[in-house]
């Protein structure tokens, strides 16, 4: 028989070993969460840095616009020069109106840069990618990030209709409209007239000298022009895509294109939710790919609490100086048909003066609670913390920006409450139906049939359906006027999905 000491020997004996054992396998736990951990915190820098480098790419694309439309004037003037004596004495005004297309780029290169003076950069703009080696990380923005040009007929470049895909932001930035009082502070401190004034700024050699305003360039350093960097010329053209997208969203001039895409939508908010003045809490309203930020606006005035969604930095500058800056109704003017002398009944129609705002945001009667988020859209809303909390979604123009449909519709579906509505209005131009070049790029291009179907497979049942016919972005005294023939619809939401 063996004692109980003998039988608790061999034990004590080993009893060092497993603890070694025990604490090999803690501390190569911990090296692999000390890993995981350290892997987590360089792709979240790389996000972050990868992010400060579009955002100071599409900087950089508002700076150079200047010199790339002085560079535009300066061809059309050697092609001038080109004339025979007796050709150029049948258009003598022709070296007059090279004049006025200056002042014209003058004016617009002054009001983006007092929009530029305004932003505050959400991110360090120093951040580089020194470090990061993997260069195929470096390219990932262009996989996701489009502004929503291809609507934009004139943003295309021409014999194709592929447009280039840049770099944006995908993170979330919530910019809650800021109202107004009389002392509230401002970018500058100019009067109506001096904004509006051609004699208070000049342009020279395509930069920008300004003898006026509170936003010093020291506070932004990433405004210096010594500091820019030169952008392919498509990233200008996406400037130039803003300047006209500023006509539809807040110029009188593009009350009828609003009235052609906002208004049916609108209309169709106010009566499926009639009885909503009277409610404790407004009825919420979602509106993805925002843009400049009207349309949601124009909600907020209805009664509803609204968040304008938009993922391009191009628009989210120049919707948040708008609304946010803007101090009195037609405040600034811009010159938007200047870019082009194709299709122009006359010079003075080429050249013709917009005003902007046509209304004063803070004070067009907005519900508490309206605000803009910036970020991808699937990105953003498919948190958990997200569904079933909207009664309404709203998209204008938006569904065919996605590489998957299927995704944004079932996104849609997920944050509606049951019984909320989607009214969509706008046509399938696929974004990334045309690109080339990019092996991996998804785009998955449905008909409109097969949209509904989808869509009564997420639990949605159409309501009300029409076609509407519209534009997008068009000039109205151009001779090319492109139309829509778009998808208006009012989809419920009876149940929800389930898997």
């Given at each position: 028989?063996?004692?109980?000491?003998?039988?608790?020997?061999?034990?004590?004996?080993?009893?060092?070993?497993?603890?070694?054992?025990?604490?090999?396998?803690?501390?190569?736990?911990?090296?692999?969460?000390?890993?995981?951990?350290?892997?987590?915190?360089?792709?979240?820098?790389?996000?972050?840095?990868?992010?400060?480098?579009?955002?100071?790419?599409?900087?950089?694309?508002?700076?150079?616009?200047?010199?790339?439309?002085?560079?535009?004037?300066?061809?059309?003037?050697?092609?001038?020069?080109?004339?025979?004596?007796?050709?150029?004495?049948?258009?003598?005004?022709?070296?007059?109106?090279?004049?006025?297309?200056?002042?014209?780029?003058?004016?617009?290169?002054?009001?983006?840069?007092?929009?530029?003076?305004?932003?505050?950069?959400?991110?360090?703009?120093?951040?580089?990618?020194?470090?990061?080696?993997?260069?195929?990380?470096?390219?990932?923005?262009?996989?996701?990030?489009?502004?929503?040009?291809?609507?934009?007929?004139?943003?295309?470049?021409?014999?194709?209709?592929?447009?280039?895909?840049?770099?944006?932001?995908?993170?979330?930035?919530?910019?809650?409209?800021?109202?107004?009082?009389?002392?509230?502070?401002?970018?500058?401190?100019?009067?109506?007239?001096?904004?509006?004034?051609?004699?208070?700024?000049?342009?020279?050699?395509?930069?920008?000298?300004?003898?006026?305003?509170?936003?010093?360039?020291?506070?932004?350093?990433?405004?210096?022009?010594?500091?820019?960097?030169?952008?392919?010329?498509?990233?200008?053209?996406?400037?130039?895509?803003?300047?006209?997208?500023?006509?539809?969203?807040?110029?009188?001039?593009?009350?009828?294109?609003?009235?052609?895409?906002?208004?049916?939508?609108?209309?169709?908010?106010?009566?499926?939710?009639?009885?909503?003045?009277?409610?404790?809490?407004?009825?919420?309203?979602?509106?993805?790919?925002?843009?400049?930020?009207?349309?949601?606006?124009?909600?907020?005035?209805?009664?509803?609490?609204?968040?304008?969604?938009?993922?391009?930095?191009?628009?989210?500058?120049?919707?948040?100086?708008?609304?946010?800056?803007?101090?009195?109704?037609?405040?600034?003017?811009?010159?938007?048909?200047?870019?082009?002398?194709?299709?122009?009944?006359?010079?003075?129609?080429?050249?013709?003066?917009?005003?902007?705002?046509?209304?004063?945001?803070?004070?067009?009667?907005?519900?508490?609670?309206?605000?803009?988020?910036?970020?991808?859209?699937?990105?953003?809303?498919?948190?958990?913390?997200?569904?079933?909390?909207?009664?309404?979604?709203?998209?204008?123009?938006?569904?065919?920006?996605?590489?998957?449909?299927?995704?944004?519709?079932?996104?849609?579906?997920k944050i509606l409450k049951d019984?909320?509505?989607?009214?969509?209005?706008?046509?399938l131009l696929y974004h990334f139906a045309?690109?080339?070049?990019?092996?991996?790029?998804?785009?998955?291009?449905?008909?409109?049939?097969?949209?509904?179907?989808?869509?009564?497979?997420?639990?949605?049942?159409?309501?009300?359906?029409?076609?509407?016919?519209?534009?997008?972005?068009?000039?109205?005294?151009?001779?090319?006027?492109?139309?829509?023939?778009?998808?208006?619809?009012?989809?419920?939401?009876?149940?929800?999905?389930?898997?």
């Amino acid at each position: 028989m063996i004692s109980s000491s003998e039988m608790t020997e061999p034990t004590t004996a080993q009893a060092p070993e497993t603890v070694t054992a025990v604490a090999t396998e803690t501390e190569m736990s911990r090296e692999r969460d000390g890993e995981e951990e350290e892997k987590i915190r360089r792709q979240k820098k790389l996000e972050e840095a990868l992010e400060a480098k579009s955002l100071r790419r599409i900087i950089s694309a508002y700076l150079n616009y200047p010199e790339a439309a002085e560079e535009d004037l300066k061809k059309w003037e050697r092609s001038y020069r080109k004339l025979s004596p007796a050709h150029k004495a049948l258009v003598p005004h022709y070296a007059l109106k090279f004049e006025r297309l200056k002042r014209c780029i003058s004016t617009n290169s002054y009001f983006i840069f007092n929009m530029l003076q305004a932003f505050e950069p959400p991110i360090d703009l120093s951040q580089d990618l020194d470090g990061y080696e993997d260069s195929n990380l470096d390219c990932a923005p262009h996989e996701k990030y489009v502004l929503d040009e291809r609507h934009d007929s004139s943003c295309q470049p021409a014999l194709t209709n592929n447009c280039a895909h840049e770099e944006e932001s995908k993170s979330l930035h919530d910019s809650e409209l800021q109202k107004k009082d009389t002392n509230g502070p401002s970018p500058n401190n100019y009067s109506e007239d001096a904004r509006n004034n051609d004699d208070r700024y000049d342009c020279d050699g395509g930069q920008l000298n300004h003898d006026h305003g509170n936003a010093s360039l020291s506070a932004h350093d990433w405004l210096d022009p010594s500091l820019q960097t030169h952008v392919p010329l498509v990233d200008v053209d996406k400037v130039r895509c803003i300047i006209r997208n500023i006509v539809r969203d807040w110029a009188a001039e593009g009350q009828r294109e609003r009235d052609q895409c906002y208004k049916p939508i609108l209309d169709e908010l106010d009566s499926l939710f009639p009885d909503r003045q009277k409610q404790s809490t407004p009825p919420s309203c979602l509106v993805p790919g925002a843009g400049l930020g009207r349309l949601a606006l124009e909600i907020s005035c209805l009664g509803f609490i609204s968040q304008g969604n938009e993922f391009s930095y191009y628009m989210m500058i120049c919707s948040s100086f708008i609304l946010n800056y803007a101090q009195v109704p037609n405040e600034w003017t811009i010159y938007p048909w200047i870019h082009s002398n194709c299709n122009s009944l006359s010079d003075n129609d080429q050249l013709r003066p917009v005003s902007i705002p046509d209304i004063h945001p803070a004070s067009a009667g907005i519900t508490e609670g309206f605000s803009m988020c910036g970020g991808d859209f699937v990105e953003v809303y498919n948190e958990s913390c997200q569904a079933g909390m909207w009664d309404a979604v709203v998209t204008c123009f938006f569904i065919d920006t996605a590489h998957n449909i299927i995704e944004y519709i079932e996104t849609i579906s997920k944050i509606l409450k049951d019984g909320g509505v989607w009214i969509n209005l706008g046509p399938l131009l696929y974004h990334f139906a045309d690109t080339y070049g990019h092996d991996n790029e998804m785009s998955i291009e449905l008909s409109l049939e097969d949209v509904k179907r989808v869509a009564s497979q997420y639990g949605f049942e159409i309501e009300k359906e029409r076609t509407i016919e519209t534009t997008y972005t068009t000039n109205p005294r151009s001779m090319m006027q492109n139309r829509y023939y778009t998808a208006f619809w009012t989809m419920r939401k009876k149940c929800a999905i389930t898997t």
